[in-house]
């Protein structure tokens, strides 16, 4: 089986920082294509951060320049530096193979002003 387990969300202040984790098991996290997806209340689920085998990364331009995605190979995780965070960014955020059709389970990010 293929499971993704994410941790590190929680409630911070604008402009404070978090670091999301996402640990793979028993799936072909080394190879994989990788991303972190949001979903906001009364919104679409969408594509945050994405980043391939070969180490591409790409990011919604609304996070751009704000959070960072990184993965570690030999811990099977990925990871989403969170910086500079806006009300805004309050969502529950899920991690993604993206060739498997499994999610996480989410962890709650919430923002306050």
């Known amino acids: 089986q293929v499971r993704l387990v994410e941790s590190g969300g929680g409630l911070v202040q604008a402009g404070g920082s978090l670091r999301l984790s996402c640990t793979a098991s028993g799936s072909i996290f080394s190879i994989n294509t990788m991303g972190w997806y949001r979903q906001a209340p009364g919104k679409q689920r969408e594509l945050v951060a994405q980043?391939?085998?070969?180490?591409?990364?790409n990011y919604a331009d609304s996070v751009k320049g704000r959070f960072t995605i990184s993965r570690d190979i030999a811990k099977n995780t990925v990871y989403l530096q969170m910086n500079s965070l806006k009300p805004e960014d309050t969502a529950v955020y899920y991690c993604?193979?993206?060739?498997?059709?499994?999610w996480g389970q989410g962890t709650q990010v919430t923002v306050s002003s």
């Open positions: 980043i391939t085998r070969v180490g591409i990364t």
């Open positions: 993604k193979d993206q060739s498997s059709p499994l």
